[in-house]
């Protein structure tokens, strides 16, 4: 049983007093809420962000505010349970919806934070990152890694819209968050994300390995919705296929702090995840599914279920089960997934609880 601790009104107010002047602190009233019984108490709210009722909104900001005013212009998808004014999904996940307009153009920076685009809608627009011009088409993943210049332009006639996943709080809360301008980058080449578009082959011309952190920067959504569909052929039938976002020369997390994934859900079925530490993001790319975040406990409410539609997004704390299941009987369900998984893992206090 947890002993209940001193308060901090039980002590005297010239001793508070006495302790500020001096920039001390008792830790005593505030221990249990730094290292809280058995488990973490999440300032991560569940949250469900409907496309629905945010498009409307992220298109009034094109009427409203030039590109050149805004450089990125984003609505962010800001959890409650953080406070909005600090832009987060979770501790670590920023998440933010972009607008671009056709023949707009967001210049050329580059900064700490590492950002992922998940493309929403729309046909025609393009990032550079690093040289390589890469196509935006909707489900598709572009990486825009720590320190790598990039740029938006856009040559189609409708809008675009796609979902930024950032580790920027979390940069952010270690003073290590800035940004660069730069000028317009020369285009070198393509994507190359061909060069790694068949399993265990990699590209080795003369015995060399690619160099560089970021071999492949996009992901095209046709080759994950196909590597889905192949393991459904092959897992059983209570397994949903899932996939990882991967570094293909080395396997890892494709970038450092921020995990990637994208899981189906054959027709009418349910996934049961576990409660792992690390807070995680579902958005919808494809079909129509529910998705309930924690379990009722013994004599509580059924957790809270969202129900999502194709584009919808919503977040999940960490420590938490989430069951996701398919909406529908004969269409499958596609969700793209963020989670905060290599960063628990390269500081030791990743967890899978039951
Ligand atoms: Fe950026």
Partial sequence: MTTELGRLEDLPPNYLAALKAQNLVPLWPSLRALLPPTRPRPGTRPTLWRYEALRPLLLQAGELTPIEKAERRVLVLANPGHGLENMKASSA?????????????APSHRHTPNAVRMIV????????????????RRGDLILTPTGLWHEHGHDGDQPVVWLDVLDLPLVHYLEASYHVNGPRQAVAGGSTERRYARGGLLPTPGFERTQGAYPMLRYPWEEARAALLALAGELPADEAPQITYANPETGAHAQNILGFYALMLRPGQTA???????????HLIEGGATVQVGEPGPGTAPAPAFTLVEADTCCAPGYTPVTLANASTREPAFFFIADETPLHQKLGVFEVRG
């Fill in 121 to 136: 809608e729309g046909e025609g627009a393009y990032t550079t990152v690093d040289g390589q011009k890469l196509p935006m």
């Fill in 93 to 105: 996940m920023y998440l933010g919806m972009q607008l671009l307009l056709p023949g707009e153009w």
């Fill in 272 to 282: 049961r995840l576990p409660a792992r530490s690390p807070a995680a993001v579902f």
